[in-house]
Nanobody
Framework: QVQLVESGGGLVQAGGSLRLSCVAS????????MGWFRQAPGKERDFVAV???????YFAHSVKGRFTISRDNAKNTVYLQMNSLNPEDTAVYYC?????????????????WGQGTQVTVSS
């Protein structure tokens, strides 16, 4: 199985930036899809960004142009650089692994999840 640990969340002013990290351990491969999702209180877990084989990336419309996903395969780590944050970005952010080369924007398609890291953006 795969274990995931997110870090880097915190409190930031609107317009500020945060960089989240997700370190994976266990049986994982560079070609597997690694995604970021977020969940606000009382809301569904929504797609944010995904990275998969061939350095391909895809972003939710709400974050495109503001967020960047990257990965360091040697460290089994995926990052989410979040810029121009606004209060609507406030949520618990989770990283997930889908054990396939086929990417997905659906949370239920992912096999493993981290514990989440809280991001709070104040106005």
């Amino acid at each position: 199985q795969v274990q995931l640990v997110e870090s880097g969340g915190g409190l930031v002013q609107a317009g500020g930036s945060l960089r989240l990290s997700c370190v994976a351990s266990g049986r994982t491969f560079s070609s597997y899809a690694m995604g970021w999702f977020r969940q606000a209180p009382g809301k569904e877990r929504d797609f944010v960004a995904v990275s998969w084989s061939g350095n391909r990336t895809y972003f939710a419309h709400s974050v495109k142009g503001r967020f960047t996903i990257s990965r360091d395969n040697a460290k089994n780590t995926v990052y989410l650089q979040m810029n121009s944050l606004n209060p609507e970005d406030t949520a618990v952010y989770y990283c997930g692994v889908r054990r396939t080369v086929v990417p997905s924007t659906t949370a239920s398609d992912y096999d493993y999840w981290g514990q989440g890291t809280q991001v709070t953006v104040s106005s």
